[in-house]
């Protein structure tokens, strides 16, 4: 499968821990000298459990984590202000087209873009799969995207989830 070629996309965990710790350790990192840092999430479930499993895995390679909760009045302040070194963010998207996503998350200048990654050449194939009424040109466009946005570290995916909810008006009781 095409995604087993981006870097951390490997199912064989150990592998992808040990190749990790590799790089820590060219670094200057190891069990005996590790990194300290703070993972900043909005202090709701939604965002401190996947902060904490992230946390946990991130022992793995040499980096000891603190979870800092922030208030969600609080949250979108400081992410503007850049007020953090890492923090999980949670990104929704609409219908399952990348587009959107890809635009919020990445283009330049997006107010959403919250790390500021920004690459005119990745902008273009944004505009380029847009345009595309090709199914599968658009398909090999977006991969393209997928993988550049892989290599540059450009906001690592830590997880896939879906959901789902209602929104006909004669729906009732929803819970």
């Known amino acids: 499968a095409l995604i087993r070629q981006l870097p951390g996309y490997d199912p064989d965990v150990a592998k992808n821990r040990a190749e990790a710790r590799g790089i820590m350790e060219r670094l200057g990192y190891g069990p ?4 300290h ?3 900043s999430a909005r202090d709701n479930a939604a965002y401190r459990d996947p902060a904490v499993l992230l946390i946990d895995q991130l022992r793995e390679i040499y980096i000891d984590a603190e979870l800092e909760p922030i208030d969600s009045a609080m949250w979108y302040p ?3 202000r850049k007020g953090r070194r890492s923090g999980l963010k949670l990104t929704g998207n609409d ?3 990348p587009g959107q996503a890809f635009y919020e998350n990445y283009a330049c200048g ?4 919250y790390d500021g990654y920004c690459k005119p050449e990745i902008d273009a194939l944004l505009d380029a799969q847009s345009q595309e009424v090709d199914p ?3 398909r090999r466009l977006v991969w393209d995207i997928e993988a550049r946005l892989a290599q540059d570290v450009a906001r690592p995916v830590l997880f896939h989830s879906k959901s789902g909810t209602c929104w006909h008006p004669y729906v009732k009781g929803y819970v």
């Open 32 to 35: 005996t000298k590790r990194i």
């Open 37 to 39: 840092i703070k993972v």
């Open 78 to 80: 400081k992410v503007n």
């Open 95 to 97: 219908g399952g087209d």
């Open 110 to 113: 997006s107010e959403t873009n």
């Open 136 to 138: 599968e040109k658009r």
